[in-house]
């Protein structure tokens, strides 16, 4: 475990605030996408093949700081797309670490080195580096040749700037526990602060989709990579929980509500990777939103996802819970071995429905509204 101290106590303070007042549904950590743009093509992301004048489109400061007071989440993720791309991202997260928000910045780190002098070290401050594996397994899933090491030289600049730097990694059917193993330690070697670990993103528009891990196959995955890790000190930014689930220890239900995404179409239902409607208000989303309609067992989509923008609340709240028993997890790590947790049934679950398509008309007619009336005071002039 390697979550910052000032950061676990804060946070923790604020779940048992949540809890003391009743409050059974509550943000913990704001997943925010400035845009949708991006400067790379990777086949598992399903975030850039929106129409032009979607990608367009991103969140100014204001929006985005807004959406911070609006949600309350002490964790703001920023991804994208390509966060660095935005133009002003730099008073973006200037403005939420003035909140005393703990702010992770997602990034491919091609831009990172150029970008450095914009920020500064910060305890509420983290690069999140995108990294799916040692150079070649890395390279192969972003579809592009030398990122892998423009990526580390970026992170070790950063390191030299005083900056903390995790890195985030996706582990996608096929993975090789081994490999696995060996990237674990090359990036401990590295010098990165910890990392976040997650399996395949079950994106529906993601040009690939035949290497998203399904459950059982995600915890065979995982047990086998831990089992390699056993007496290494790898330092993951995750509940030892959450990781015990990913080890198919704990029988877990989604919390989508506990990391609500707010984009360029606005709150995004019912989470970051899903986007089945959009509430205009954090309010809305969290009080109009038929949270029961979704997660493993309720609909055909979420039956084989174990990702942490789910499950890492759900984790960390069983945390809070039962101190001592996350604290021996962290100690002895996630047990690889054994009968796994009763798995959620499957039976009662409903049909997955087509709904991005009308989405993605209704926004490009938003669009379209917004932009007419600049267009023809642009023709007069």
Same mark, same amino acid.
Do not use: S, W
């Given at each position: 475990m390697s979550v910052p101290l000032i950061q676990?106590?804060?946070?923790?303070?604020?779940?048992?605030?949540? #809890?003391l007042s009743g409050n059974r549904r509550f943000p913990l950590v704001l997943m925010m996408e400035p845009l949708f743009r991006c400067n790379?093509?990777?086949?598992?992301?399903?975030?850039i093949d929106y129409p032009e004048p979607i990608?367009?489109?991103?969140?100014s400061v204001e929006e985005a700081l807004q959406s911070v007071?609006?949600?309350?989440?002490?964790?703001v993720s920023i991804a994208g797309g390509?966060?660095?791309?935005?133009?002003?991202?730099?008073?973006?997260t200037e403005g939420i670490i003035a909140r005393r928000k703990f702010v992770y910045l997602c990034t491919n780190a091609l831009l990172l080195e150029k970008r450095l002098d914009r920020f500064k070290p910060s305890p509420f401050f983290t690069w999140s580096v995108h990294l799916d594996g040692s150079r070649e397994e890395h390279d192969h899933a972003v579809c592009q040749d030398g990122v892998f090491d423009r990526a580390v030289a970026a992170i070790r600049k950063a390191k030299e700037r005083g900056f903390r730097v995790n890195i985030n990694t996706t582990l996608f059917d096929g993975a090789d526990p081994d490999r696995v193993a060996?990237?674990?330690?090359?990036?401990?070697?590295?010098?990165?602060?910890a990392m976040t670990v997650s399996p395949g993103y079950a994106y529906e528009r993601a040009p690939d989709q035949a290497?998203?891990?399904?459950? #059982?196959?995600?915890?065979?995955?995982? #047990?086998?990579?831990?089992?390699?890790?056993k007496g290494k000190k790898w330092r993951f930014s995750q509940s030892s929980l959450f990781l015990d689930f990913l080890a198919g220890n704990q029988t877990y239900r989604c919390s989508p509500w506990g990391n609500p995404t707010r984009n360029v179409f606005g709150w995004q239902r019912p989470c970051?990777?899903?986007?089945?409607?959009?509430?205009?208000?954090?309010?809305?989303?969290?009080?109009e939103t038929d949270w029961d309609a979704y997660g493993t067992g309720n609909y055909e989509k979420c039956a084989d996802c174990m990702v942490h923008s789910g499950y890492e609340p759900t984790a960390v709240e069983h945390t809070i819970s039962n101190p001592l028993k996350a604290l021996v997890t962290s100690l002895r790590g996630p047990r690889t071995t054994g009968p796994m947790a009763p798995e959620i049934n499957l039976d009662r679950q409903r049909p997955a429905e087509d709904v991005f398509s009308r989405h993605v008309a209704d926004a490009l007619e938003r669009i379209e509204a917004e932009e007419t009336p600049r267009k023809r005071a642009g023709s007069r002039v």
């Open positions: 676990a106590a804060l946070v923790g303070a604020y779940v048992v605030r949540q #809890r790379l093509a990777c086949a598992g992301c399903g975030k990608l367009r489109k991103r969140l007071d609006e949600c309350g989440a002490p964790v390509e966060p660095l791309l935005h133009p002003e991202i730099d008073k973006i060996a990237f674990f330690d090359e990036v401990m070697a590295i010098g990165v602060d290497h998203f891990l399904n459950r #059982r196959k995600t915890k065979e995955l995982f #047990r086998a990579v831990f089992q390699r890790g970051y990777l899903l986007g089945e409607g959009y509430a205009p208000t954090f309010k809305a989303l969290m009080e």
